[in-house]
């Protein structure tokens, strides 16, 4: 599609990489339809092709209507459209673009701005979400359905910590909301690649990813927290750690794109893309178990995360992991679609995540599993609220699995 | 309410803003847009080369509210172009300057599928593809499969009467739809067609395929499904020359073999969707064909082996049949997507929609490769090969200026060969607002006289999508000296530009 940038951003690393990207989309409307927004409200200013539409005008130098702030506000960012568009349209590159646009052109609306602060405020900080997760798991039955789908009916205690006793070492991701909310994930990566003789280790001095801030158009903020990670890995790194390893896929995402995001910064651009290098999704460094090993065969549905099978293209791992524990694999409907999480959208946007979490998680029981696995923290509260089946970690029901042998 | 009469030219809304007002008064929140920031989104169609922001957009979610809308429009003299995926690509659901674009996006439901009378009801909106995966637990499928069907919905297929690679072999949409209702712009509904097998009066379901929108507003469909076949085997062959691979195409159909999908693709398309579908393509191939058997187990493994040795006495230089599902839809999923996918190669992209007989497509191939050059713009060619539908694909940039005029004298004198050699323009896009002139090419003052009379029949006030699909006399007869008798032109009504 051909574009003709403002002078405001022609000139800039923004307005060249929009300006490519545009020029690659050809108006199909294919995204349309694997678009979870689009296909609920049926509107073209709630799909990909029309979200683009508007973006180009706001660099054409249009000033946007209060309106464009809130279609791209709807936008999961599950970047479904990508996987679909022949073209090769990198939808979520230029929705960052966008929103930074928006946001600085539209007056936000003070509840949406203050929501937006505490958000930011409270969910990068574990210390800090701690009281109020204990707090909201004690009134759950008195919360309205919206945040109660959000808070996990008990903790699964996370179990024992193997040593770090191998030479092989890998750094886990301890996150924010996972390490307080599911804290069992982290514990279970650790006793799997124990068992194949990599000892996983933190750093306390790493936190929160940075997408969190980054999705809500506070860049600076978000970097701010990738150069405060980076600063923690890259020791281990250089002291012989072979990977940074996520297990919740979104937070992987983001880490992937550190290098990109820091390009411009001429402290860190180096370290930054030495370490999205080293970044690995869990699926990625669990070796396939060698023989079915499940002490009960279990049927197992997967959701599998946007941020893996969209953003980092992993889709189909979980399913090999687990079909080789000896689990039985249940076929999902519509198994691209978003579950409606998208990180803080479930809270921000709580209607058409609604309908999203009820619509994934009717398909996901359609088979009646024993479980739901997932690869993310966002989707497995989002589900977990959802199903009558247990929704956890994949890496949980692996660990398992795989114990008794 | 009164609708205007036929002498009445549409009148001019005086203020857009009342008629948004009236129209938020029948709709719901959220079903009537008309801020600049959110018409411009709707501004083109697949088409994207032309644009226009319509005066208001409405959503609406069921029939009454359709009615609604089209009586209010119809008594103010608002003109009312309908579209459902925005998907087309001739232009057709281009918005009108003074008019009301009319969403059907909304109407996604499929009401009911009838495993034992193989039809499916269907709301406009429903895309392609959904019906089929509706219809497949009972073996079934809907046959016409557009490149867009993952995207595109039933009612705009039924307004252009989409094709699609399985169309050689079972027919186009209007082979495979049963039953119509429809809104006229009175908002009177009217059925069209129905299950039996043949009804009497006209045949305005047939009528109505292809009509472009100029007749009616479709509010559901009633269409055919078809038993999957039990075996699907597909070819791949590739060629040196398309030249050589539209002679093997000929010599497939002149041995009487009705293949399920007869697909050609040259150098530069094959290339472009590999990048995309990963497909496994030839890359250096200067053609290739897909050819794909289907039926019962027997039938497909004879007509395999006859058109594999037809292809090789053709010229194939390498020929693979799928070894398996996966593999098959694969190779679909590349041809599927070359339109787009040629978006990797330009930025911009004219996509040409000609028909021709079988026997030239050699001879039509070469005339492209030549204005191609002259023109020095590259042309990629992906087309139903089987059917003689060619798609070539004119890459350019609409960034540098005059390459868009050139682009589209270039596609001019593509479909004018076609017209020359007996074919037609338009094999299953439609003419929208892309070939008008074209159209000129191919029919005469008498026979677009009874178009436009047929038109006069449906919307005497000319409000459905006008200027669409059928050119007026006074253009056909700019472009060509045409007679106009007696300097009076006929319908009077009909707008002109």
């Known amino acids: 599609m051909h574009t003709t940038l403002a002078d405001f951003i022609a000139t800039t690393a923004a307005g060249e990489e929009a300006s490519e990207i545009l020029r690659k989309c050809v108006h199909c409307g294919f995204c349309n339809a694997t678009c979870p927004t689009y296909r609920l409200l049926g509107d073209e200013l ?86 109020w997760l204990r707090l909201a798991m004690r009134v759950r039955p008195l919360l309205p359905r919206v945040l109660a789908a959000h808070v996990p009916p008990v903790l699964t205690p996370p179990g024992a910590w193997p040593e770090a006793r191998h030479a092989r070492r890998m750094v886990a991701l301890a996150g924010c909301v996972q390490s307080v909310a599911t804290p069992a994930t982290s514990a279970a990566a650790a006793r799997v690649l124990d068992r194949s003789g990599i000892s996983l280790v933190t750093a306390p001095a790493a936190g929160c990813c940075g997408a969190l ?25 250089e002291a012989g750690a072979e990977a940074v390893v996520a297990s919740a896929s979104g937070c992987g995402l983001h880490l992937r794109d550190y290098g990109r995001l820091l390009a411009s910064d001429a402290a860190y651009a ?47 791992r979980v399913e090999a992991l687990l079909r080789a524990t000896g689990c039985e694999l249940l076929p999902v409907a519509d198994a691209g679609t978003c579950c409606g999480s998208a990180g803080s959208y479930s809270l921000l946007q709580s209607e058409l995540s609604s309908q999203l979490g009820d619509a994934r998680a009717r398909a996901l029981q359609a088979g009646a599993p024993d479980v739901v696995v997932t690869a993310n923290v966002g989707c497995q509260l989002q589900l977990a609220g959802r199903c009558t089946a247990p929704v956890r970690h994949w890496i949980e029901v692996l660990d398992e699995a795989t114990r008794v042998l | 309410m009164d609708t205007p009469s036929p002498e009445q030219p549409p009148a001019a809304v005086a203020d857009a803003a009342t008629l948004c007002r009236e129209l938020r008064a029948l709709l719901p929140p959220g079903a009537v847009l008309s801020s600049p920031s959110e018409l411009a989104p709707y501004e083109c169609d697949g088409l994207s080369a032309y644009r226009q922001r319509p005066l208001a957009v409405v959503i609406p979610r069921c029939v009454e509210e359709v009615q609604a809308v089209l009586r209010l429009c119809s008594a103010r003299g608002v003109p009312v172009v309908a579209r459902g995926a925005g998907t087309g690509l001739s232009g057709g659901a281009l918005p009108h300057a003074a008019g009301v674009l009319l969403v059907m996006a909304r109407f996604d439901r499929i009401l009911s599928v009838d495993p034992a009378a193989c039809t499916a009801r269907v709301q406009p909106g429903v895309r392609n593809l959904a019906i089929s995966e509706a219809a497949a637990p009972h073996g079934l499928y809907y046959a016409p499969d557009p490149s867009s069907q993952i995207a595109c919905s039933i009612g705009g297929n039924v307004a252009e009467n989409a094709g699609g690679v399985h169309c050689l072999k079972y027919g186009l949409t209007v082979h495979n739809v049963l039953a119509a209702e429809i809104l006229l712009m009175n908002g009177e509904r009217l059925t069209l067609g129905g299950e039996g097998p043949d009804s009497p009066g006209y045949d305005l379901l047939a009528l109505l395929c292809g009509s472009e929108g100029l007749l009616g507003v479709i509010v559901e469909v009633t269409v055919r499904l078809l038993a999957r076949p039990p075996c699907a085997r597909l070819l791949l062959a590739t060629f040196d020359s398309p030249v050589r691979a539209g002679a093997a195409v000929a010599s497939i159909i002149a041995a009487g073999i009705v293949p399920a999908g007869l697909e050609m693709m040259d150098g530069l398309a094959i290339r472009a969707a590999e990048a995309f579908a990963h497909a496994g393509y030839p890359t250096d191939a200067a053609a290739l064909l897909l050819c794909e058997l289907d039926g019962t187990e027997e039938e497909c493994t004879g007509q395999l082996m006859r058109v594999e040795s037809l292809l090789r006495a053709g010229g194939a230089t390498e020929l693979r049949v799928a070894a398996d599902e996966a593999e098959r839809l694969r190779l679909w999923s590349g041809r599927k997507s070359a339109f787009p996918a040629v978006g990797r190669l330009a930025p911009d992209y004219y996509c040409m929609d000609g028909s021709i007989p079988r026997s030239r497509l050699g001879d039509v191939l070469e005339r492209i490769a030549v204005l191609s050059s002259e023109y020095g713009l590259p042309v990629a060619n992906v087309f139903h090969a089987g059917d003689g539908n060619l798609h070539p694909l004119i890459l350019y940039d609409a960034g540098k200026p005059g390459e868009l005029q050139r682009t589209e004298e270039l596609g001019e004198k593509i479909l004018a060969f076609c017209v020359e050699v007996g074919g037609t323009i338009t094999g299953e896009h439609g003419v929208g607002v892309e070939k008008l002139g074209a159209m000129c090419l191919q029919f005469g003052a008498a026979e677009l006289e009874r178009f436009h009379a047929v038109k006069e029949a449906f919307d005497p006030a000319g409000l459905l999508n006008p200027g669409k699909a059928v050119p007026t006399l006074a253009r056909c007869a700019e472009g060509r000296r045409m007679h106009v008798h007696g300097g009076e032109l006929p319908f009077p009504g009909i707008e002109r530009f």
């Open chain 1, 270 to 316: 180096e370290k930054a893309a030495r370490v999205s290098a080293a970044v690995r999704d869990l699926t990625e460094v669990v070796p396939l178990p060698a023989a079915g090993a499940s002490p009960q065969r279990l049927r197992v549905a997967v959701h599998t995360p946007c941020t893996l099978q969209h953003g980092q293209h992993l889709g189909g």
């Open chain 1, 46 to 131: 709630d799909g990909p092709r029309g979200r683009i539409y508007q973006i180009k005008e706001m660099l054409e130098g249009a000033e946007p209507a209060a309106s464009v702030l809130q279609h791209l506000d709807r936008c999961l960012g599950c970047r479904a459209c990508e996987t679909t568009c022949p073209s090769g349209v990198e939808y979520g590159k230029l929705l960052d673009t966008g929103r930074e646009l928006a946001e600085q052109r539209v007056q936000r609306g003070r509840w949406s701005q203050l929501q937006r602060r505490v958000l930011r405020w409270m969910f990068p900080f574990p210390l800090r979400i701690a009281p």
């Open chain 1, 213 to 237: 801030s980054h999705h809500l158009a506070a860049r600076e903020e978000g970097l701010d927290f990738a150069r405060r990670n980076i600063d923690a890995w890259i020791p281990l790194l």
